[in-house]
């Protein structure tokens, strides 16, 4: 038999081979250029530092008012929507559970997202921050967009926006840019719900632009992002509440008494009903079996229960709105319908479901390795270390303990630290929050903030364990995660827990190294 045809098949096999790595290096490098051009829009450091500027010298007495008078977000966040083709009444298309708070707002908005999907909904999910890659932010039914999906979408939407030259320089920036591109995503995938996450605060964040709000949540509140939201509780409470709409339904979980009072002014100024959820080990689940969260701690029970009423309340709302009205608005007589079965006690096989198999990483998660056990979590305010404290002495059985920790912005060192001061940690390391010392603006991870800051806070909140445990501390500054698990890998004479801790962003951090294929 002549081989000349069999030549052809290898050609052709070739052929195709190569044009496959072309396609795949052509893809590769649209996502890069879309983070590296995402990264160039970083930050608006400059205006935060003047509000915490005139706060420090009181020039602001009202925080909450300040903020609506000075910032612009809103009225930013209508222009560059409207220069992608969605005006407001396009985005009033749009069926949103809108989800503030203090603490538990991913793990919240995520359980409620699979509740939705498991009824058979068609789901988008926008979320902040990312750990490992920044598509992580925008889903669909589930699934973090491919690297593909995310370079389409958001060469589109920079073209949309960068393409006048009326507008030229005027460029949203990091998080708003990817609010708007959350929104185009969801309206041209016609999902059925879109659960949206706030980013700082809510009353002017650029999230709240949506207007048409069924269902909004409000998560446990506590004192973070305190320069700009304000130094306590009833202030923070006021800023998160502005995501209620006149009439649309609330929920949240119990609140300390001076933030629930706020909540319910701001409720009944809106003619909003605001429901306390029920504790989880109320409801009745199918077979009368409890279900088994992923995470066995009462916090994550309570956002479960704010889950479960959230996505018992928009199926109840869209369907009492599609029977009556075919989406327009409720007649006073469906609302009070409503309102006789606001809260959900019995669970359905669904929603359990939906809960039992959500995945959140980075929170309360536990990592196996060949030299250690690692526990990681991404607690950053007082309230939320005090759990992860106690999760990690209930859950942690080996005798050698390390810790890693970094803390971003401005959140107090030695608040967040005096939780674990106890823990029995032999070694301690304050790292800079990125993989790898070398970080690119083709990274997913890159940040503007100079590594001379970065170490400084570093080597400040290892003066303040220093103070805590004297000078027999064995205490590491490192200049990136990596750096810290070859020192631990490298001295370990028995197998250690290593608790990480202290930001998101390290908790990242460290996940692109422990389980580099999180993302898929």
């Not at 989880?280 to 309570?302: C, G, I, M, R, W």
């Not at 209930?394 to 810790?403: P, V, Y």
């Not at 503007?448 to 364990?465: F, G, M, N, S, T």
Request: aromatic letters at 8%; a positive charge.
């Amino acid at each position: 038999m002549s081989d000349k045809p069999m030549n052809g098949v290898h050609l052709l096999r070739g052929y195709l081979a190569s044009s496959v790595a072309v396609r795949m290096c052509s893809s590769r490098k649209s996502y890069e250029d879309a983070v590296c051009k995402l990264n160039l829009l970083q930050s608006n450091k400059a205006s935060i530092e003047q509000i915490r500027k005139d706060i420090r010298t009181g020039q602001v007495s009202n925080i909450v008012a300040e903020l609506q008078k000075k910032c612009t977000n809103l009225e930013d966040m209508e222009s560059y929507l409207a220069r992608t083709g969605v005006s407001m009444a396009k985005l009033d298309q749009l069926s949103v559970i809108h989800i503030a708070g203090t603490k538990g707002k991913g793990s919240t908005s995520a359980m409620c997202e699979s509740i939705l999907r498991h009824h058979g909904f068609r789901t988008g999910f926008y979320s902040s921050p990312h750990l490992v890659a920044v598509r992580e932010r925008i889903r669909l039914n589930g699934r973090v967009l491919s690297e593909d999906q995310f370079a389409q979408y958001f060469h589109q939407v920079y073209d949309l926006l960068d393409g006048s030259k009326a507008y030229e320089g005027d460029m949203p920036k990091y998080f708003a840019f990817l609010t708007v591109m959350a929104f185009n995503v969801f309206l041209k995938e016609k999902v059925d719900v879109a659960l949206v996450e706030v980013g700082i605060g809510g009353i002017v964040d650029y999230t709240n632009i949506l207007r048409k709000v069924p269902v909004v949540g409000i998560t446990a509140l506590g004192l973070d992002h305190t320069t700009i939201l304000g130094n306590t509780l009833p202030e923070i409470a006021a800023a998160k509440a502005g995501i209620m709409k006149p009439g649309c339904e609330a929920y949240t979980v119990t609140q300390p008494n001076d933030a629930m009072d706020v909540l319910r002014n701001v409720a009944d100024s809106f003619k909003c009903p605001l429901t306390v959820v029920p504790d989880y080990k109320s409801y009745t689940f199918p077979n009368t079996d409890k279900v088994h969260l992923p995470v066995n701690l009462e916090a994550y029970q309570t956002n479960a229960s704010l889950a479960i009423q959230l996505a018992h309340a928009w199926m109840r709302i869209t369907k009492s709105t599609q029977r009556k009205n075919g989406l327009k608005k409720l007649t006073n007589n469906v609302q009070n319908d409503i309102k006789l079965e606001s809260v959900v006690k019995c669970v359905t096989k669904e929603t359990m479901e939906g809960l039992t198999s959500c995945k959140w990483p980075g929170r309360y998660q536990v990592i196996n390795a060949e030299y250690a056990e690692f526990y990681l979590d991404g607690a950053h305010t007082k309230e939320s270390m005090d759990i992860c404290a106690q999760w990690f002495r209930d859950s942690n059985r080996l005798h050698d303990r390390t810790l890693i920790f970094s803390a971003t912005g401005d959140r107090n060192g030695e608040t967040l630290l005096q939780p674990l001061r106890s823990l029995g940690f032999t070694s301690v390391y304050f790292v800079i929050p990125t993989a790898y010392r070398h970080i690119t603006q083709n990274n997913d991870n890159y940040s503007k903030v100079e590594d001379e800051e970065l170490i400084a806070r570093c080597q400040k909140h290892a003066d303040i364990w220093l103070e805590f445990q004297g000078s027999a501390a064995k205490v590491t500054v490192a200049g990136c995660v990596a750096d810290a698990l070859v020192s631990i890998k490298k001295n370990k004479v028995d197998r250690s827990s290593v608790l990480i801790t202290g930001s998101l962003h390290l908790v990242g951090a460290a996940l692109s190294i422990l389980d580099p294929n999180l993302v898929g």
